[in-house]
Nanobody, 115 residues
């Protein structure tokens, strides 16, 4: 059974930093990409950053230059380092992994940035 467990969310002041982690377990297939998405109240879920198996990254324009996605292949863990956080970064952040047959999602971790 595949499980994605996110951690690292919380309340932070504007300008601060957070590091989100997502540990995947039960993986018996090749992961094509790992990534982070977020959903703010009343808004659709949107991509934050993705990292492919080949090492290519993709960032939303809104976080580019402020965030870094990375992974530890041995631990099947993906990280999202977010710096210079803004109140508009407030959202539930979801971990995602994609493989040839589909995708899995984590349960989400709340990030709240106060002004």
């Amino acid at each position: 059974q595949v499980q994605l467990v996110e951690s690292g969310g919380g309340l932070v002041q504007a300008g601060g930093s957070l590091r989100l982690s997502c540990a995947a377990s039960g993986i018996t297939f090749n992961i094509n990409a790992m990534g982070w998405y977020r959903q703010a109240p009343g808004k659709q879920r949107e991509l934050v950053a993705t990292l492919t198996r080949g090492g290519s990254t993709n960032y939303a324009d809104s976080v580019k230059g402020r965030s870094t996605i990375s992974r530890d292949n041995a631990k099947n863990t993906v990280y999202l380092q977010m710096n210079s956080l803004k109140p508009e970064d407030t959202a539930v952040y979801y971990c995602n992994i994609r493989y040839y047959g589909g995708a899995y999602w984590g349960q989400g971790t709340q990030v709240t940035v106060s002004s």
